[in-house]
């Protein structure tokens, strides 16, 4: 039997209201995105969805540095990599887009995002 399940997309400001249709865990259909980012973004949360984290780590100088994933992550990963953030010291002298540690998980980076660091 199908499910409906309703989503808000978060892929712009807009944030429309899609509905998307599973059956024996298949997406069916999706409807109500403007775009074909909505679709995209649907689907992939009602199989596996994803966040870009985005948080600061300290320096060994003790100052707090912006960080984010450059792609979103599984959200059933996000909390390993929190602790994996959360024990890092970084260099003082990083500056924006450095790579703070490649390959946090699959081929996602975790950079620095501000040159006034
Ligand atoms: S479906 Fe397209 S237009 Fe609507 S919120 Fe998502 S990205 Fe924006």
Avoid: H, W
Avoid at 64 to 75: A, L
Avoid at 90 to 101: A, F, R, S, T
Avoid at 106 to 116: G, M, Q, R, S
Wanted: aromatic fraction near 2%; charge should be negative; charged fraction near 30%.
């Amino acid at each position: 039997m199908a499910e409906i399940k309703k989503i808000t997309c978060i892929e712009c400001p807009m944030g429309c209201d899609i509905s998307v249709e599973i059956e024996n865990q298949t997406v069916i259909s999706v409807s109500g995105n403007v775009c074909p980012r909505g679709e995209i973004y649907s689907r992939n949360e009602v199989v596996c969805p994803r966040r870009v984290i985005t948080t600061t780590v300290r320096t060994k100088g003790g100052r707090v540095v912006p960080v984010k994933t450059d792609k979103p992550v599984k959200k059933s990963e996000m909390f390993e990599i929190m602790k994996i953030i959360n024990s890092l010291r970084v260099d003082d002298g990083i500056k924006e887009n450095d790579v703070i540690v490649a390959d946090i998980t699959e081929d996602i980076n975790l950079i620095a995002v501000d040159d006034e660091i």
